[in-house]
């Protein structure tokens, strides 16, 4: 079986000149205080540039777009007091076209391809029947009726579309 010696205080013992209680404890202390000082110092210091840091990279960001969609660069306050947050292309892109008319901006729609092919050739058509001679009614009738099979002249009639 195992004897406790609890009479063996030593380990307790303490210096009678330190009146806390404490030897070399006061100093531990102050040395413990100092270092938590400067790492509080540190940590604001870092959090600050790192505010700094993304406080310029978001007017970056807002300024980069502005200039690509020709926008007036007095509009990037209002855009940063709107987005406090999550400051990126598409958030910008979507807050002028939400907010834009504010200053005279007006998104441009984008347009297909094919929509673009499609109009150029409309124009074209419209530009070579300008200038045309539309036949009247009756010449139109007089015409149908003069080149038409006995079978079409049939047709005509009962379908009453002449």
Known sequence: MATNDYDNDDDFDLDESDSNG??????????????????????KELTEALETESKF??????????????????????ILKDLDTGINEDAVNSWLDDNG???GF???????????????????????????????????????VANASESELLEMIRSGNF
Do not use: H, M, W
């Not at 070399?24 to 940590?43: F, N, Q, T, W, Y």
């Open 57 to 78: 990279r978001r007017e970056q960001i807002v300024q980069k777009v502005l200039d690509q969609k020709g926008v007036n660069p007095k509009a990037a306050r209002l």
């Open 22 to 43: 404490y030897n070399d404890g006061s100093d531990l202390l102050k040395k413990l205080r100092k270092a938590k000082r400067a790492d509080e110092k540190r940590i």
């Open 101 to 103: 008319d504010l200053f």
């Open 106 to 144: 007006t998104a441009q729609k984008q347009v297909d391809p094919q929509q673009q092919i499609d109009r150029a050739a409309l124009r074209q058509q419209d530009i070579a029947t300008q200038g045309a001679v539309t036949p009247g009614r009756d010449e139109d009738i007089a015409a149908r």
